[in-house]
């Protein structure tokens, strides 16, 4: 990205401006894309633990795999996900409140007794897929903003700062050569008049 700049003093102090505002933001930058790369870790393994928990868990009732064909299909439904917005690291992301569950009425009566016991665990073993659903968005989120981020200071770092640096060292280089310009043909015209003056006396 070629800077855009005139050789004069206007354009030098906007330059300087210019990289001054991106000299103090770039440990900032590098702040938060540190944080960010911690969060993002942080999100994908409690995603994953999850997970794991879920696999887990409906591997501990496999013995009941008989059972759950008496049970009625669409018993317990989720309504709702409620979802509250917490800021990590500057990122609005997704945190889970609670799961809105419906439980189809059924007769306790007529129903064997683990009945009970099986939308509890229902229930449980949606809780855990949805939370892990709501780290894994959490954690997209934070990886987007962290790339976002990295290109950021690669831009600050490797473009913007030395290509500032560069117009600055050509427009001082310019203006010093003009001054020495100056200064020669000063110097060349006082030594004509102080020759034509001798010539004329």
């Known amino acids: 990205m070629a800077i855009k700049f005139q050789y004069n003093k206007t ?18 930058l590098k702040n938060k894309e540190a944080a960010l790369r911690s969060e993002v870790k942080r999100a994908k393994e409690k995603s994953e633990a999850l997970e794991r928990e879920l696999e887990k868990a409906l591997t501990s009732y496999d013995y009941m795999a008989g059972l759950w064909n008496e049970f009625e299909p669409g018993l317990v439904t989720i309504d709702d996900v409620e979802l509250k917005t917490v800021k990590v690291a500057g990122v609005k992301t997704p945190a889970l409140e609670r799961v809105v569950y419906t439980v189809r009425e059924y007769d306790a009566f007529i129903k064997p007794l683990w009945y009970a016991d099986g939308v509890e665990i229902l229930k449980n073993l949606a809780q855990i897929g949805v939370e892990a659903q709501v780290c894994m968005e959490a954690s997209r989120l934070l990886d987007f903003q962290r790339k976002k981020t990295t290109q950021k200071v690669n831009l600050y770092e490797k473009v913007q700062i030395p290509g500032f640096q560069e117009a600055i060292r050509k427009i001082k280089r310019y203006m010093e050569d003009e001054e020495n310009l100056s200064k020669a043909s000063q110097k060349i015209v006082k030594q004509r008049h102080s020759a034509e003056e001798e010539e004329n006396m």
């Not at 354009?11 to 770039?26: I, N, P, W, Y």
């Open 11 to 28: 354009s030098l102090v906007e330059l300087g401006k210019q990289l001054k505002v991106r000299t103090r933001a770039l440990p900032t």
